[in-house]
């Protein structure tokens, strides 16, 4: 099989690449290089420069390289940015993801995997989240996910082409520290960002109706989020037909000050939280349930949160290396 990557210049789609060419697929990078890095593709893997909502770029890419499933993951990621600019977001995802589709149809390829996202349940009420748990995006972001899932789910049925929709929860972590996520968006990067600064790392609210007050997330370390991406590939090309939706989570969940505790246990900074005012639209618990993807995929996460932070920081002081100096000062 030939899989044509999305967005494989990116954080996860670079680690998607990585563990496709490792099980022995052949790979091809399709990425607009907006936020991907080429440097990030590994040699022998061909590099398309290019956006998704370019259907003759597509096209070509498809033809060219003879690809036989695609795994698309290019797409904006940014929740608090998808508020300020819905238009953008809809269209890059959305409208993005149909012109890829239109393109696949096209060229009767027949297996198409698609990155969606724990932001498509918004604020879910219940303990562990499963697959049944009703769809109630909280930000344009979230609803660019549900759209998403449901013009492949239908593209799929029209035109018989196997899918997948794989809910990714908190991401984390790196196979590699030069395939780190170079983002600072997200908990873990961002508390790195205060120790490098020498300040107290935030935790945004600690009167959530949680165990300790802080919110509680389903944190999965991206070389097992990628391995979900190979098990799903492999199920769309070997059945024909094949409708999934998928979280992909460790079914554990993980509360901001526990990981801000596990971050200074790794990284030998001391400095205690500051807690600030709660950041809008933050739902108190998100864990998924891991059930569905257990008995669908026979996949299992391997990484524990330790492994994430190790790694996260491994590819932290690759970037800032004054994050070693602090550490030393402070220990
Ligand atoms: C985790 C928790 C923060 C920084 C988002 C998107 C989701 C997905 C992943 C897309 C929250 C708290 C954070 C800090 C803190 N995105 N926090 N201090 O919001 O669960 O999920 O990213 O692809 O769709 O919604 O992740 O890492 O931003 O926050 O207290 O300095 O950490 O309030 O409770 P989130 P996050």
């Known amino acids: 099989m030939t899989w044509l990557i999305t967005g494989g210049a990116g954080y996860i789609g670079a680690h998607v690449v990585r563990a496709m060419t490792e099980a022995g697929e052949r790979a091809v990078v399709y990425d607009d290089l907006s936020t991907g890095i080429a440097e990030r593709v590994p040699d022998g893997v061909p590099l398309v420069v290019g956006s998704t909502l370019d ?118 972590g790196a196979a590699a520290p030069e395939l780190a996520d170079t983002g600072v968006f997200n908990l873990i990067p961002m508390v790195f960002e205060k120790l490098t600064e020498g300040a107290p790392p935030r935790v945004f609210g600690d009167d959530y109706p949680t165990p300790d007050g802080t919110c509680v997330r389903d944190y999965i370390h991206v070389a097992d989020l990628a391995e979900a991406h190979v098990a799903a590939a492999r199920r769309l090309a070997a059945a024909p037909g094949t409708d999934l939706t998928l979280n992909i989570g460790r079914g554990e969940g993980v509360s901001v000050r526990e990981m801000i505790d596990r971050i200074n246990e790794v990284t030998g900074y001391t400095l205690a939280p500051a807690v600030t005012p709660r950041r809008p639209g933050d739902p108190p618990r998100v864990v998924a349930s891991a059930d569905r993807i257990a008995a669908e995929l026979a996949w299992k996460a391997k990484y524990d949160v330790h492994d994430m932070i190790t790694s996260a920081w491994e590819g932290w002081v690759r970037l800032h290396p004054e994050a070693r100096r602090g550490q030393a000062q402070e220990g």
Do not use: I
Not at 153 to 171: C, E, K, M
């Open 55 to 172: 259907g003759e770029r597509v096209a070509r890419a498809l033809k060219d390289h003879g690809v036989t499933g695609v795994v698309h993951l290019a797409a904006k990621k940014q929740v608090g940015e998808s508020v300020d600019l819905p238009l953008h977001y809809y269209r890059e995802n959305v409208e993005g993801l149909r012109v890829l589709l239109q393109a696949v149809t096209a060229a009767a390829v027949p297996s198409f995997v698609f990155s969606s996202s724990a932001a498509v349940y918004g604020m879910p009420d219940v303990n562990l989240v499963t697959e049944e748990t009703p769809c109630v995006p909280m930000s344009p972001y979230g609803e660019t996910k549900l759209a998403g899932e449901w013009l492949v789910r239908a593209t799929g049925r029209a035109h018989g082409l196997s899918t997948a929709s794989l809910r990714y929860f908190n991401v984390a």
